[in-house]
């Protein structure tokens, strides 16, 4: 798999070590950037920050020869209401070609209305849209203790606004290490440090032809 390699690296390399491999490479040579607008599954939530999907996308990034970076902006705990009220400030702080929006799975754990995640999502993508950046979504589930109504609506929202608003549709992120204890963390809603290049494999299907 693509990240096989890179995720032995990134395991054994001290963050300091990481940090000069990559992103000392990058403010020299990156000219265009990829916005990461996530939540903790983004973040990298109980796992070193250098092993997070997104650090991995910078290695998969600073090893090919593309001229791009990975800026993640994402925040442990954040919803569609909060990144709505961030984005705009960080776009402008970076000026990014795309922007990757993994939010909404904090809404769903909430309870929150489908139609209002559904609504902040496409005033996001508008955002992006607005700035000639290119809009990627990435959905996310629910476990289906919220009811089958609940929970078949929350699904569908994420097709439904990248197809209102033309963005490009990641299926469920955790698709592939979800239903795999040994990939999950013990409070099972968070990837273990191995299941990081999968998710990123995942991802690199759609985000490549972009690049």
Same mark, same amino acid.
């Given at each position: ?8 690296? *990134? ?9 000069? /491999?990559?992103?000392?490479?990058? !403010?020299?040579? *990156? /000219?265009?950037? +990829? ?11 109980? +796992? ?11 290695? #998969? ?16 705990? !954040? ?21 990757? +929006? ?11 209305? %489908? ?18 950046? %290119?809009? +990627? ?13 609940? #929970? ?39 990837? /273990? ?19």
């Amino acid at each position: 798999m693509l990240c096989s390699a890179l995720f032995v690296t *990134a395991t054994v390399m001290t963050e300091s070590a990481w940090a000069d /491999t990559v992103y000392a490479d990058m !403010e020299h040579s *990156a /000219t265009k950037t +990829i916005l990461v607008m996530g939540d903790s599954i983004s973040a990298g939530y109980g +796992i070193q920050r250098e092993q997070g999907w997104v650090s991995l996308l910078n290695l #998969t990034l600073s090893q090919s020869e593309y001229t791009w970076k990975a800026v993640n902006a994402s925040v442990s705990g !954040e919803t569609t209401g909060g990144g709505l009220a961030r984005l705009e400030g960080v776009l402008n702080e970076h000026e990014p070609e795309i922007v990757i +929006i993994e939010l909404g799975g904090n809404d769903g754990l909430r309870g929150y209305p %489908v139609p209002k995640i559904h609504d902040n999502l496409a005033q996001m993508i508008d955002l992006v849209n607005a700035r000639g950046a %290119v809009p +990627i979504v990435a959905a996310m589930r629910i476990p289906p203790n919220y009811g089958p109504r609940y #929970t078949r609506a929350f699904d569908q929202l994420f097709a439904d606004v990248a197809k209102e608003k033309s963005a490009v549709l990641v299926p469920f992120l955790l698709q592939e290490v979800a239903l795999k204890a040994e990939l999950m963390q013990s409070d099972g809603i968070h990837p /273990t440090a191995q299941a990081q290049p999968i998710l990123l494999d995942a991802l690199w299907v759609h985000l490549e032809p972009l690049l």
